[in-house]
């Protein structure tokens, strides 16, 4: 019992510690997720996109420049309905925003680039 004591003592302030500091560098662990992994890879690569998709684009008035910034960035990766063990390139669908979604885009992540199949609008 004397020994646990001890272990809480010195465990509670040292994790305090070591959340401050890396609060303060601004270290997290989100990037990590699968969710935040595919949409950082994502953005990472040169975009293409279908004929369908451009099509679609201009019907709703949503340009290059909202749909990385907001829509594919802030949007939630629906693993039920994506392929991401396809091989070569996995197919995903991803919803914006998380809550109460009102698009719904397709694209297939290749080695270099990165394919716009659809963009949907779900309301």
Known sequence: MKKLKFYVIGLIPGLLLVFFILNKKGASCSGYLPNSRVIAETLSKEFQYSEN????????????????????????????????????????VLVYPKENPTYEITFEKCEETVTLNSLKKLK
């Open 53 to 92: 998709a451009k099509s679609e684009m201009s019907t709703y008035k949503i340009n290059e420049k909202f749909l990385k910034d907001s829509i594919i960035t802030n949007g939630k990766v629906d693993f039920d309905k994506s392929n991401a063990q396809k091989k070569p390139c996995p197919d995903y």
